[in-house]
């Protein structure tokens, strides 16, 4: 058994060690290149690395203004000659680009492309604020955009597809338009408006702005799965539409607008389980069930691919970890400790902090993100606080997390309360271990068994692992790890409400 066969090898240690550095060294280097925990020292040599949602929630968040990040712009209709092709994972209500806008009286068409890959489905369609419907043909058929029996809008949608045509509404209307203009692999809608025969009949239906608005909520990426037997990781026809959060964290892992990790590079055993502990039900206040996590959101992908997937582990509290030349998925539940580190392991000298810095304590914590029950607009959802805490600390410490990646109120409330609840784990240990070590990896759950100190035993979670070369010991970096941060009941929801504004004068 190869001794390093688990490892990363640091690149600011290729100068002082003969250990070559891998393809995927690479990658995570460039990854977490902003992310890791620490820093790597001569002579030391990083194990395992690892992206944390719930860490990156704390240290963004911190200096974040509420609703930064959520919502830039995805239900605009933009015409800019560059522009940002967006991703989109999970349901979401978009704009889109304009690619072609021309008036033919009494005709106005519009053709919009709203995602840069292909999509699953276009759910309804809003033009002016209001959903539009529309028979077999394409003609508007219901009556908020129908005059006696006259249609006032038509629709065509393309969703994406490799080997799509031209759109079959701009074909018709437009015969100069050549065949090849068929955007393939790009998601399109195209509108053809009736103005109407007067000024009166215009603003009946599109009111006196002239221009409609058009909004579509869209199905977006389809995803592989491993746990379908029908679906290939090689072929990307049979993938499905999900909104499962390690699935499609996992499809931009992949892509080629993410890493371009491999699929032979993706544990998908462990993938698997992640996807099956985010498909967990969550009982409801008010009845029903709602899965644990999904991803609802946009990416523009020329943003940074680290940033994009720090992100996309916000919705599920997530962790990728880098081992073997293989990232590993985990969801963010409760897990149980795998080995236990006792006196007879420890080696060398041991530092263990007891508590954080008190203004680190939060004791509440708001929210921002897009909520599906409201349109999909950006809110500030309820408030998670903790008035045993905040009695304990004397003062309020509160946080405001913005939440790209999550549309529901009660899935925000969650994560809301294990992010409180990990800004509070006090103890942080740094350790010498002997060989035995070696099976572990960053984001693993330990015992820390200490004869000569109890009190200072704990259970933790390993941020950080170094080999020490000239030693050969293993350097530990771990922060204490209470599992009841994700407890969650019924009792625990608050209700989602608005309050009504009180006016003077108004009865």
């Not at 460039?30 to 790597?40: A, D, M």
């Not at 969801?331 to 236990?340: L, P």
Request: proline fraction near 4%.
């Amino acid at each position: 058994m190869s001794l390093f066969r688990n490892r990363f090898i640091s690149t600011t240690m290729l100068a002082c060690d003969p250990i070559s550095l891998t393809a995927s060294g690479a990658v995570i280097s460039s990854l977490l290149s902003t992310t890791i925990i620490g820093s790597v020292t001569v002579g030391q040599v990083a194990l395992t690395l690892a992206l944390s949602g719930a860490s990156y929630l704390l240290q963004q968040s911190a200096a974040a203004a509420a609703g930064a990040g959520v919502d830039q712009g995805v239900k605009q209709t933009v015409q800019n000659a560059i522009y940002d092709e967006r991703l989109i994972y999970g349901r979401v209500m978009v704009g889109g680009r304009m690619l072609l806008y021309e008036c033919k009286p009494p005709y106005l068409y519009v053709l919009l492309e709203i995602a840069s890959h292909e999509i699953d489905a276009i759910e309804q369609i809003q033009i002016n604020g209001q959903v539009v419907t529309f028979d077999g043909s394409g003609a508007a058929n219901s009556s908020n955009f129908v005059s006696a029996s006259t249609p006032y809008v038509y629709m065509s949608a393309r969703l994406g597809a490799p080997g799509q045509v031209i759109d079959p509404l701009l074909d018709a209307d437009f015969p100069e338009l050549a065949s090849t203009w068929r955007q393939q692999g790009h998601a399109c809608v195209a509108f053809k408006c009736y103005y109407g025969s007067s000024a009166d009949d215009h603003n009946k239906f599109w009111g006196s702005g002239g221009f409609p608005q058009f909004l579509m909520l869209v199905r977006g990426m389809k995803c592989f799965d491993p746990r379908d037997a029908t679906q290939s990781s090689a072929d990307p026809t049979t993938w499905k539409w999900t909104n499962n959060a390690s699935l499609c964290t996992a499809h931009f892992l992949n892509s080629d607008d993410g890493q371009k990790v491999d699929w032979s590079e993706i544990n998908l055993e462990r993938l698997a389980a992640a996807a099956n502990q985010d498909d967990n039900g969550i009982s409801l206040a008010s009845g029903g069930v709602e899965k644990r996590y999904t991803v609802n959101g946009t990416v523009n992908p020329n943003a940074s691919p680290g940033e994009v997937l720090q992100n996309l582990l916000t919705a599920n509290l997530g962790d990728l970890v880098w081992s073997n030349g293989v990232y590993s998925p985990y969801s963010g539940v409760a897990r149980d400790a795998v080995w236990t580190l006792n006196d007879d392991s420890a080696r060398g000298t041991m530092d263990v902090r007891v508590t954080q810095s008190r203004a680190s304590l939060l004791n509440l914590v708001r929210t921002v993100f897009v909520a599906s029950d409201r349109d999909y607009q950006t809110v500030n959802g309820p408030v998670i606080e903790d008035i045993t805490y905040a009695a304990a600390d004397g003062e309020s410490h509160e946080l405001t997390l913005t939440l790209p990646f999550t549309s529901s109120a009660t899935m925000a409330q969650r994560i809301a309360k294990a992010t409180m609840e990990k800004s509070r784990a006090g103890r942080q240990i740094t350790r010498r271990e002997s060989i035995d070590a070696l099976r572990l990896e960053a984001t693993d759950v330990v015992n820390f068994e200490m004869g000569l100190l109890p009190a200072l035993g704990c259970t933790a979670r390993v941020n950080r692992l170094l080999l020490d070369m000239e030693k050969f010991e293993f350097e530990i970096d771990a922060e204490e790890y209470d599992s009841a941060a994700f407890d969650w009941s019924i009792a625990d929801e608050q209700p989602f409400t608005i309050s009504p504004a009180t006016l003077s004068g108004v009865n």
